[in-house]
């Protein structure tokens, strides 16, 4: 008889403690039926004397579609039960791009800082450390990279997309016939609310083929949240790390196929070697979400020009039409910059020209459609120059209230 995991044992003692004191799962669906089921579950936490510390952190411990195994998601989709017997044809229709040798360095001393908060690996118990992850909050055990962060990186790449792609951390999922759902760490989502970039974050890989059985049901919900949108056919793109090794998938949602590109493993505690192998993961991600972003435009394209084919459309409206050339537009400037990024050459400063026109490209894109959520600035994409003044009217305000407040609280020196 194969031996039960421990976390399989933990959650029955859980669930048969719950069943003792009476919360078994009739009496917890009666209570989410409540009006006021948040008040009474509130109540609850503040008679027991939960701190909203340890409450938060037992909700981001809640498993999301973890209880899905391999041989489930291998009999849905027709895989071999077998994981370790499994290849994956490559990732289709992607070719690497490479960002502008300035914004890796950029990221490098970004990211050089960042590890200064954190103690160097070898300076850590290995059972110990913690990592920072995606986002501020959200820390994760490992064992070989304290001082890694991965939102330095993150962060600056899709702000390339000026708010036309955002993150939205534990975005609830739709049940499948696979799983019932759940919420996933970070779901990235373009405008349209279509979820197209699905990234899952382990502390290892102990039990691999779990992990990706996990993954695995997470880019099919995906996938059917898209098609509830009209998106049925649109690729969902996926990452799996444990921050040293890096899997990225894709699935194809009418042929039901997955796909896999070659692992990344960064593995090197020394901190230079780290940095420099973040930057090929970077370039790979970057990629990725770069041919997301083309793929939903494209899509969207041919959903409004549906659109206006159809009977209820067929004279088609100036405002229906504008509204497709500019998604067209867009489409157009993103294609051109995924050709300039994919050229690669040995000489800096050609790479450096090539890629700096394709992130322009790229910028011209992102201008010919609306932001996925509102910003409160007049300035929707700013430029450099443009974040320059902005900063210094900021510092020039902070400068005359601080002259201001002391002028009032201390005495002039002529005193």
């Given at each position: 008889m194969?031996?039960?995991?421990?976390?399989?044992?933990?959650?029955?003692?859980?669930?048969?403690?719950?069943?003792?004191?009476?919360?078994?799962?009739?009496?917890?669906?009666?209570?989410g039926e409540h009006h006021e089921?948040?008040?009474?579950?509130?109540?609850?936490?503040?008679?027991?004397?939960?701190?909203?510390?340890?409450?938060?952190?037992?909700?981001?411990?809640?498993p999301s579609f973890s209880k899905i195994t391999w041989g489930q998601v291998a009999s849905h989709f027709g895989l071999l039960r077998t994981f370790g017997w499994l290849s994956f044809d490559s990732i289709p229709g992607v070719t690497l791009c490479y960002l502008p040798p300035s914004f890796h360095k950029e990221l490098l001393m970004r990211s050089w800082s960042a590890m200064n908060v954190y103690a160097e690996p070898t300076q850590r118990k290995l059972e110990a450390p913690r990592v920072r992850l995606l986002?501020?909050?959200?820390?994760?055990?490992?064992?070989?990279?304290p001082g890694l962060t991965l939102s330095q990186y993150l962060v600056p790449l899709f702000a390339l997309f000026a708010g036309r792609i955002e993150d939205f951390p534990e975005h609830p999922m739709p049940e499948t016939e696979l799983s019932s759902g759940g919420s996933v760490e970070h779901e990235?989502?373009?405008?349209?609310?279509?979820?197209?970039l699905v990234i899952e974050l382990k502390a290892n890989f102990d039990d691999l083929e779990s992990n990706v059985a996990q993954l695995?049901?997470?880019?099919?919900?995906?996938?059917?949240?898209?098609?509830?949108?009209?998106?049925?056919?649109?690729?969902?793109y996926g990452l799996l790390t444990d921050l040293g090794t890096f899997h990225?998938?894709?699935?194809?949602?009418?042929?039901?196929?997955?796909?896999?590109?070659?692992r990344m493993v960064v593995h090197s505690l020394l901190r230079e070697e780290f940095l420099y192998g973040m930057?090929?993961?970077?370039?790979?991600?970057?990629?990725?979400?770069?041919?997301?972003?083309?793929?939903?435009?494209?899509?969207?394209?041919?959903?409004?020009?549906?659109?206006?084919?159809s009977k209820q459309s067929s004279s088609g409206s100036p405002t229906t039409k504008a509204f497709l050339e500019d998604w067209r537009k867009a489409h157009q400037h993103g294609l051109a910059a995924q050709n300039k990024l994919k050229q690669f050459s040995g000489n800096e400063t050609e790479l450096?020209?090539?890629?700096?026109?394709?992130?322009?490209?790229?910028?011209?894109?992102?201008?010919?459609?609306?932001?996925?959520?509102?910003?409160?600035?007049?300035?929707?994409?700013?430029?450099?120059?443009?974040?320059?003044?902005?900063?210094?009217?900021?510092?020039?305000?902070?400068?005359?209230?601080?002259c201001a407040e002391h002028a009032v609280t201390q005495p002039s020196s002529d005193a």
């Open positions: 194969a031996k039960r995991k421990t976390s399989d044992k933990d959650s029955d003692s859980l669930e048969d403690f719950m069943d003792e004191v009476g919360l078994t799962p009739e009496v917890l669906e009666r209570l089921a948040t008040k009474i579950v509130a109540e609850i936490v503040n008679r027991l004397g939960i701190k909203d510390s340890a409450l938060k952190r037992a909700r981001v411990e809640l986002d501020i909050a959200r820390l994760v055990s490992s064992f070989q990279y990235y989502f373009i405008v349209g609310k279509i979820l197209f695995f049901s997470e880019l099919y919900a995906a996938s059917k949240l898209n098609g509830d949108a009209g998106f049925e056919s649109l690729t969902v990225f998938y894709s699935f194809n949602p009418i042929s039901k196929t997955f796909y896999q590109d070659p930057m090929a993961v970077v370039d790979r991600i970057f990629t990725l979400v770069l041919q997301g972003y083309i793929d939903t435009l494209k899509a969207t394209c041919a959903k409004i020009e549906e659109q206006l084919s450096e020209e090539s890629a700096a026109k394709g992130l322009e490209s790229l910028k011209n894109s992102v201008a010919c459609v609306g932001r996925l959520t509102y910003t409160s600035s007049k300035h929707d994409i700013p430029s450099k120059a443009d974040l320059e003044t902005i900063a210094q009217k900021a510092v020039d305000k902070w400068r005359v209230d601080l």
